[in-house]
């Protein structure tokens, strides 16, 4: 099943490293890249502090750190586009990429249609555990998620008949529901946590729209589209005598991707990408077990 098999995400000590290093990384540098000027600057004017230091040395060290230091910020815009994946189409197990990305805004937004949203569940878990000890810029975020209204009838997911054919089963939408249910939970408890400590506020939501999972949309920041096909003719074997499911695996699908930064075409795709998730989302109904709702 799409939404089993993994629990609950727990963060490591490499994650927090990592974290670390991004906030604190660029300040570092230009300490650093500020004090061997300054120093090589000292080295010329105060002549025992020049002999100590070799002045000629220092101060062709003084020029190249005083040029680092005017180029770093261009050569680090230059290193985060290019962490995101330049290419027009990513699997969903890169999503992580586009998740630590979205984080760099001082608000953000994540918005998600699809099946289940396991793939995204995982990765925005460890990243809004991590605002607890490190907020790095962002002050405000916001999660939505749409997904198929799990309570009726449905053709995929649905058992596989004999002749193939789609066969409704409640007991395993219901089983899908509930996982969704156990995500919408996590993060919204996550969500309130930071709320009530005051230095980010954040929410989280599921909602349902009608029909079967068949595009998977990822929206980030309103400013880049991640969208894909779902192969809803996906099966998940069941152990005998249990039987087959049409079941898709999110993991499994590729994503093609619309960025503002691309060709006025790239622009007005995702626009129109915005709007028909807005009004999706505005016409979704919330589930019984959700606590609260977005506005």
Known sequence: MAGGGRGLPESTLGERLRRFQARYEPTITRLLLLLVFVVGLIAQF???????????????????S??????????NDLDTSLRLPSRAQVKSRELGTFVTEAFRAREVEISFLGYTGE???????????GLADDPGPTRRVVVRFLVPDFRVPMTV???????????????FRKRVEIKCQEYDQRLSAIARRLTTAGRVTAACEYRFYPGIPRDKICIF?????????YDVSARTMG????????????YRTD???????????????????????DD????????PWHRGSLT
């Open 239 to 250: 152990f005998s005598p249990e039987p087959d499911y049409y079941d898709p695996q999110g």
């Open 46 to 64: 105060v002549k025992p502090v020049g002999d100590a230091l070799q002045n000629k040395v220092f101060l062709g060290s003084a020029l190249l």
């Open 66 to 75: 005083v040029v680092a230091y005017v180029l770093y910020d261009k050569v």
């Open 157 to 171: 997911p649905s058992q596989v008949g004999a002749d193939g054919s789609p066969v409704d089963d409640e007991e």
């Open 119 to 129: 793939t995204l569940y995982n990765e925005l878990y460890h990243r809004l555990e």
């Open 255 to 277: 994503l093609n991707i619309w960025s503002r930064e691309d060709t006025d075409d790239a622009k007005a795709a995702i626009a129109t990408w915005n709007k028909h998730f």
């Open 280 to 287: 999706l989302w505005n016409l979704a109904a919330r589930p």
């Open 221 to 229: 920041n309103r400013e880049l589209v991640l969208h894909g096909l």
